[in-house]
């Protein structure tokens, strides 16, 4: 099946699964990344004026919070700035672990190389042949970007619902067995009812009929009742 | 086994597991009892895992697992041994020894920077006309003006101290970061930065030295931090061009790899020269220019700099 994951084995013989994340969300990223830094450049050098001293202590936050703001986050705060945290991804080690403070220096020092020679058109190019869409900071720092997994839906909500405008629906038992694969997307399909469309919805009922036997609404309901009978 | 009865089994192990993930994720030091089990709940969560795989559960919960495994892995492989001293060891130990290692590409960078300081000063020196070759004129005389002016003999006082401490911070230390990412090119454009900071300062200093007014306010001013500034900004060239050169000549790895174990070999080199550089901000700010000091005792403690970079970079860390 291809699904733009990359799978990782663990000691533990399961898979890690990473979505690697494109140009474009990272480019969103680091425009509120910078609007976040002149926002911040900005409210100092009003609160310091532009007395000697002041300009002294403006220049030497410049500075920190220009390096070392992207470092910190990505270090203490789960792999992501303010930025990567809105558009939804996290650096992680090339292995899937959280970065440490030489991979993220590393990688964001060679920032200035990715920005050669104008608006990151090296790292653009990086990204765009290589297979986790890693810039030239990742690669010399063994890092990647991927999209964080949001997931709130907690099993053992859905096994109850099974039932319609009918009434709870009796379970059936299958005609002949089925692969593991194929009960999977049977179950998906019913799990995923309520945010798809209802013509849709008989659409894909109607595939099934192969094994239900009927199309349409009837066919769906007999979907219905094969899972009933396989998850409970 | 049903999907229902599975869950309804596995329940109790998920939100044990689920509590264990919120407590670490809010503070750093949970309980130690929920803490202890972790890596038995961890493997019994990975088998409950491939089960639920093996069997065609549904995506819901093979997804929800696949969250929890992920989190997991990331507590239990990512937690970072606590190394306080490691900062210490590689500025005593395996900073120096990398720059030894690395002498060949530290020859070069100081061949480009004080070969070509020297060469261009020379120039300069026999026949000065030159200079106006590599400098506008209205440049040099700014500058000459500079160190003719009366601030060079009263100072800039603390708050113009601090202005300038700012500026070499965010100016020098900057560059020396451009200089290494730079070096990613092939090496070539941190040599060549190395080579044009050469130029520029061996055109200044030998100009400056003509004029006896200048000579001993530019000398006197220079000569104490360009001991840390110099050997800061040779050696971001050094660690910039290694990098370049792993992707000329990667051996017997990739490039990527090679990229890769050369950046790693030769971040403590680049954090080295950081340091090198904040301090030399520290004594350019609030030492060089500073009015009180007899030029003697500047000229002492300069001597003193040069010679401890000397002895640091060629001893330190030979036995440990």
Sequence with gaps: MITGRLSLTTPEGVRLLLTPAGPVPRAWAWALDLLVWLGFIGVCAMTLGWSKAGKGIYLVLLFVSYWGYPIVCEVYFGGSTLGKRAAGIMVVRVDGLPVGWRESCLRNLMLVADFLPFLYTTGLLCMLSDVQFRRLGDIVAGTQVVYRDVLTVKPLLNVDAIDDEFGRIESQPLPYPLSPVQQRSLIDLVERESSLPPERVLELATIAQPLTGQTGEKSLRRVRAYVAGLIQ | ?320
């Excluded at chain 2, 030091?29 to 065609?56: I, M, N, W």
């Excluded at chain 2, 500034?229 to 990739?254: D, F, K």
């Excluded at chain 2, 350019?284 to 000229?299: H, I, L, R």
């Design chain 2, 1 to 320: 086994m049903k999907q229902k009865q599975f869950e309804l089994e596995h329940q109790a192990l998920w939100s044990q597991i689920d509590t264990i993930l919120m407590l670490q994720k809010n503070q750093l030091s949970a309980s130690d009892k929920s803490v202890l089990p972790f890596p038995q709940l961890y493997r019994r969560l990975c088998q409950s895992l491939a089960l639920a795989l093996q069997r065609g559960y549904s995506p819901t919960l093979t997804d929800y697992l696949q969250k929890q495994v992920a989190d997991c892995h990331r507590q239990l492989y990512g937690a970072a041994v606590a190394r306080p001293l490691t900062l210490r060891h590689w500025m005593l130990v395996v900073f120096p020894r990398l720059v030894r290692e690395e002498w060949r590409l530290l020859m070069l960078a100081m061949l480009a920077f004080w070969g070509v300081g020297l060469g261009v000063g020379l120039l300069v020196w026999f026949e000065p006309q030159w200079a106006y070759a590599f400098f506008e004129p209205p440049k040099l005389e700014s500058v000459e003006q500079m160190y003719r002016s009366p601030t060079m003999k009263v100072g800039r006082g603390t708050e113009g101290d601090l202005m300038m401490f700012g500026h070499y911070i965010w100016n020098n230390v900057s560059i020396n970061f451009r200089t290494f990412a730079g070096g990613v090119v092939g090496g070539i454009p941190a040599l060549l930065s190395t080579a044009f900071n050469g130029l520029h300062f061996g055109v200044i200093a030998a100009w400056l030295s003509k004029d006896p007014v200048t000579r001993e306010a530019f000398w006197s001013f220079v000569v104490t931090h360009s001991s840390f500034e110099v050997t800061g900004l040779l050696l971001s060239a050094v660690s910039g061009m290694r990098l370049g050169w792993s992707l000329i000549s990667p051996g017997r790895l990739s490039r990527r790899h090679a990229l890769y174990a050369a950046s790693l070999r030769m971040f403590p080199m680049i954090v080295g020269a950081t340091l090198l550089t904040v301090i030399a901000a520290f004594f350019e700010a609030f030492w060089s220019a500073d009015p009180n000091v007899p030029v003697s005792v500047k000229y002492s403690i300069a001597a003193v700099c040069w010679s401890s970079i000397a002895l640091f970079f060629a001893f330190a860390g030979r036995r440990a």
